[in-house]
């Protein structure tokens, strides 16, 4: 019996206390003038609006860089091996363009859009060695990646 007393005891005790803690907590934040910790709270006021603008860039990227992401994950292959290789240097290029973004690498990234830009004016002039179809299929995609890659670039 004494043991369970003694139990109950340590257990009110926690969570009186506990709970106090998060009362003082609560009446810092709600009363930021009249205590002296209200540079810190306007510190924090700032910092939680800057990441907020961050945020709404950041999901702007995200957007861009999934569609460059699946852009490249389905891009077709060609019967003429020439644009296969082409690609391949494309999608490896974006791939390497996606990676410096998100790692805010800024010497990576020149290095991957020049890359890129690269590849692009290869396959714009192996097109002449394709078919109809397959020069609107590819350019359907080019499109698409360049102006992904373009909308990225802008948000900086």
């Known amino acids: ?3 369970k007393n003694i139990g109950l005891f340590i257990l009110i005790g926690m969570l ?3 709970c ?3 009362t003082l907590n609560y009446v810092s934040r709600s009363d930021k003038g009249q205590m002296p910790s209200s540079l810190v709270s306007n510190f924090d006021n700032h910092y939680v609006e800057d990441k907020a603008m961050s945020t709404e860039i950041s999901v702007e990227k995200v957007k861009y860089v999934s569609d460059l992401s699946n852009l490249i994950t389905v891009f077709p292959k060609f019967k003429n091996s020439a644009v296969n290789a082409e690609i391949k240097k494309l999608k490896a290029a974006v791939q390497s363009y996606i990676y410096a973004t998100t790692e805010a690498n800024f010497k990576q990234k020149r290095l991957a859009y020049r890359d890129y830009a690269q590849s692009y004016k ?3 002039t192996l097109k002449k060695y394709m078919n109809r179809d397959d020069v609107e299929l590819i350019d359907r995609y080019l ?3 360049k102006a992904n ?3 990225l670039e ?3």
């Open 143 to 145: 499109t698409r990646i």
């Open 154 to 156: 802008y948000l900086k």
């Open 122 to 124: 290869t396959l714009q």
């Open 16 to 18: 009186s206390v506990s």
């Open 20 to 22: 106090s803690v998060e």
């Open 1 to 3: 019996m004494a043991k």
């Open 149 to 151: 890659i373009n909308s």
